[in-house]
């Protein structure tokens, strides 16, 4: 059994009534979460549920029966993780960029028909699933893409590395980064969406670290920001208390939330 440290935020006053459904958000480590909308629907993004800094990873990817969207940001096995084990078991379907989709139905065993137009983008566009209940836009990354082949040998061309805006209605919008290094650009997110929630890869090496990241937050101006993609492997050095340094220093507005595995919010 794994513990749930359930914490509540009156993020969407407005929205949010002391009986209205609420929407979850579970952090597995890593880059790896599931959300769950107010009418029951379930998410993932980048869904390595077993990876080294989850305890609990094998029970968490048993109790995964309902899965209804997977969302993955780029090729690497961190972050398609469990996707195509859990996709056969739960049907779940594909959100990608169009070529990331069809590298992960090529080369990975991602069944074929869980990776179709309606769920599949590109950056600058929005996608609308799940009866309209969310939207869900492709965000550019600075990073790379390759993905390995089923036996875990061969890269191929995964397309370009994303991020994800996910607009749950009734709900919070939430920005998964990804991997990525700071941009400029990712200013221009809030020229067309609030920002709730914000998760930030941190870990530096391979992402960006943690002063990289506070000011990627102070050009996303979220009202929570968790920081994500740190302490997975020791060279994922990047800490939350240098990313909380860094965003004091910066003078970020932005509610800093660390999160635990196998930890839920609500909003
Ligand atoms: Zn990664």
């Known amino acids: 059994m794994k513990a749930l440290l359930v914490l509540v935020f009156s993020l969407l006053v407005t929205a949010t009534s002391a009986n209205a459904a609420q929407t979850e958000l579970e952090w597995y480590g890593h880059s790896a979460f599931k959300l769950t909308t107010p009418s029951g629907k379930v998410l993932l993004i980048d869904p390595w549920i077993t990876n080294p800094a989850n305890k609990h990873g094998k029970a968490d990817l048993a109790a995964l029966t309902r899965v209804d969207l997977i969302l993955i940001s780029h090729g690497h096995f961190d972050h398609v993780g469990d996707a195509v084990a859990i996709a056969k078991t739960t049907g779940a379907k594909l959100v990608s960029t169009f070529d990331l989709g069809k590298a992960l139905t090529t080369y990975a065993g991602y069944p074929k028909a869980q990776a179709g137009f309606d769920t599949q983008g590109n950056v600058g566009g929005e996608i609308s699933v799940l009866d309209g209940e969310v ?82 937050t102070k050009l996303v101006a979220p009202r929570i920001v968790i920081p994500m993609h740190y302490g997975t492997f020791p060279i994922l050095n990047g800490t939350p208390a240098e990313f909380k340094a860094a965003l004091a220093k910066d003078g970020v507005k932005s509610k800093l939330v660390v999160m635990q595995p196998d930890e839920t919010l609500k909003f």
């Open 135 to 216: 939207k869900i836009a492709f965000i550019p990354a600075i990073h790379s893409s390759a993905i390995m082949d089923e036996n875990g040998k061969d890269l191929h061309q995964g397309g370009n590395p994303g991020g994800f805006l996910i607009m749950v209605k009734n709900g919070p919008t939430i920005y998964h980064t990804g991997d990525t290094d700071l941009f400029n650009d990712m200013r221009l997110i809030t020229q067309f969406h609030k920002v709730d929630v914000m998760l930030a890869c941190i870990g530096d090496h391979f992402t960006m670290g943690p002063d990289r990241a506070a000011l990627a």
